[in-house]
């Protein structure tokens, strides 16, 4: 039997190891606290997100020269009494409907008969129907007597003997008692406010000092980022709770009001249930609409009312979840779905209701914390609405797969608000640089760089009749995966346009199928960079043809085709070798002698690109696609006249 050897562990994996055990004993900590101390964090919860919607107008009662103390005081205190006039709009409307509610039986009874008519009898219904009977008996059925003694409560031993009835009064309670049982059950609710409040007007006033306190937290060795972070975190949720909060009290409005004229009971309280549960997401329309449904059924004795009920949800919840919620928020914060529904089952466990009602916005924070704070990143990442992977690596694992349908589906969405040459340059490329570090450290084979290049080339053949200007319209793409993309390029009109030229425009040497040559300098991946210039210039009606690497060796050279050719593009991901590109320049040079060289070097981050310009001795120099195409117009409108030095390569990107 041959012993089984035993790698030994070396001192990284014990500490990962050691890494992992603790996070994971600190999270079910931190649970067991949120769980056992939640009469404590309920309420500092809520404090931390009336906060935040209370931030706005404070600072507008600040701009009105209010002392911020009082600002913060009267905007608190207005707030709490809107609360508990709502809240006593709530008990008042309970009230009634709960000494309403014996009349409706009736109505459901003859309901049910009806419904089991048409249906030709169901057990169920019949089940249902018995029920209700004997709930109406219970609501009807008078206060009991209290039992008699147990030892004469059971047959009596002579049978025409009455047994005498006992009844056991409890003395009358003092005036300190009746004060007790009647304080005893607020106390606990005017224990929560007052924490709330308390906390609410801490925070607002301290804001400041909580603020530079957090920052400590996460990290003071960068404060200026830090702070611009968590300044932005704190104005972008106060907008987004804010804005939800109006926008959900719209709904209320609507919903009580449509439902007051069609006539169900107690519609103000419906309305504010509706408006509460819609910080429910998926689920609380559809929970605030049951309680409305099941009523108008009880009400009314048709079937009216209960259907202009459904129509009156059925018709404002899309039209505010799907038209007037886009426009009012924008691209805010969001949430992916898998995360609404974790999050609302976590938060519900712990804290109950409450929990599921504050589980959106407690969750939102967290994710804004996130997006801003570098050691809480894992926060955006688990529960975030944005792609887990950045665009270019997404771009670069879709080539990997070989999914060029995929990929134009997506570049589509993004030339929706940006350019092409955008797109080339802050996605493709910069995917493409990827596999070239891939490729540095021997982690891409030759099977896989073909599959890049040939999927590259299907991708850019999908996107071939589309053009490289500025987008048309305000139609703005709702991708989430486009959207992290756009969010990373500046906006196309910063930017000058490059014109598309028509053929009479263009100079004579351009005026070719062939008049420019894109060779990729070294690997497929260079290829794959060259594709997608010869696609940018016919966008901008310039003729063009691309050639593989294998075209600049000693034995290839010579049999190139030149013919027409007034421009060659040599393009490179990546650079390791000056001396490659010298010679290469050197060979082109000799086989083209009339025609002008560029050097396209699409690496982001080359520490020797004057060192490269000058090793190039080209005409022209770009560091990016845009650029590229941009010279290449430039020379094809007769603009360039004599090709600049070495010392101005980008004399035409600047014409």
Known sequence: MIPTVIKPQSSDDVSAMVVTVGAAILSIIIVAALYLGREIFVPVALAILLSFV?????????????????????VVLFAFVIIFALGSVIATQLNGLAGDLPKYQATILSKIQSVRGV??????????????????????????????????????????????????????????????SL?????????????????????????????????????????????????????????????????NTGFGVMIGTGLWLIGIPSAALWGILAAVLRFVPYIGSIIAAAFPLALAVAVDPGWWMLAWTAALFFVIEPLVGQVVEPLLYG???????????????FWTALWGPIGLVLATPLTVCLVVLGRHVERLSFLDVMFGD????????????????????????????????????????????????LAQ??????????????????????????????????????ERTEDAEAVDAVETVAPASDQPDIPALDAAKLAEPFRGENAVLCIGGRTMLDEAGAIMLAQLCRAHGVGSRVEGPEALSTANIFRLETSGVALVCLGYVGITSPAHLRYAVRRLRRK????????????????????????????????????????VVSMAQGQAGAAPSVAEPAVLARA
């Open 119 to 180: 249906a030709g009898g169901s057990s169920t219904l019949e089940r249902a129907a018995e029920m209700l009977q004997d709930l109406g008996k219970e609501l009807d059925k008078p206060k009991s007597v209290a039992p008699a003694n147990p030892l004469t409560s059971g047959t009596p031993a002579h049978p025409g003997v009455k047994p005498v009835p006992v009844e056991v009064l409890q003395p009358d309670p003092g005036a300190l008692e009746s004060l007790r």
């Open 183 to 247: 304080i005893a059950p607020l106390v606990s609710p005017l224990a929560t406010t007052g924490i709330i409040v308390i906390f609410v007007i801490f925070i607002l006033i301290q804001r400041e000092d909580l603020r530079n306190r957090l920052i400590r937290l996460a990290g003071s060795h960068d404060l200026q980022r830090t702070t611009a972070a968590l300044d932005d975190a704190a104005a972008r949720l106060s907008r987004l709770f804010l804005n939800q909060l109006m926008l």
């Open 592 to 631: 083209l002698p009339h025609a002008s060289i560029m050097v396209g070097c699409w690496a982001e981050d080359v520490a020797n690109i004057d060192e490269l310009r000058e090793t190039a001795k080209a005409d022209l120099f770009a560091t990016s696609l845009r650029e590229a195409a941009q010279i």
């Open 437 to 474: 570090s891939d490729l540095d450290r021997a982690a891409l084979d030759q099977i896989r760089l073909a599959r890049i290049r040939d999927t590259v080339v299907e991708f850019v053949d999908d996107l071939s009749d589309l053009d490289d200007g500025r987008p048309v319209g305000s």
């Open 331 to 345: 691209r805010t914060t969001g949430l992916s779905p898998v995360a609404v529904v974790v999050s609302a089952t």
């Open 54 to 74: 209370l931030a706005a107008p404070v600072r507008l009662m600040q701009r009105l020269h209010a002392p911020r103390a009082l600002a913060v005081v009267g």
């Open 386 to 433: 944005r792609p887990a992977l950045s665009p270019p690596e997404i771009f670069y694992q879709r080539m990997l797969a070989g999914d060029p349908t995929e990929a134009a589906e997506k570049a589509e969405q993004f030339l929706k608000e940006r350019s092409l040459a955008a797109y080339y340059d802050e996605v493709a490329l910069k995917g493409m640089q």
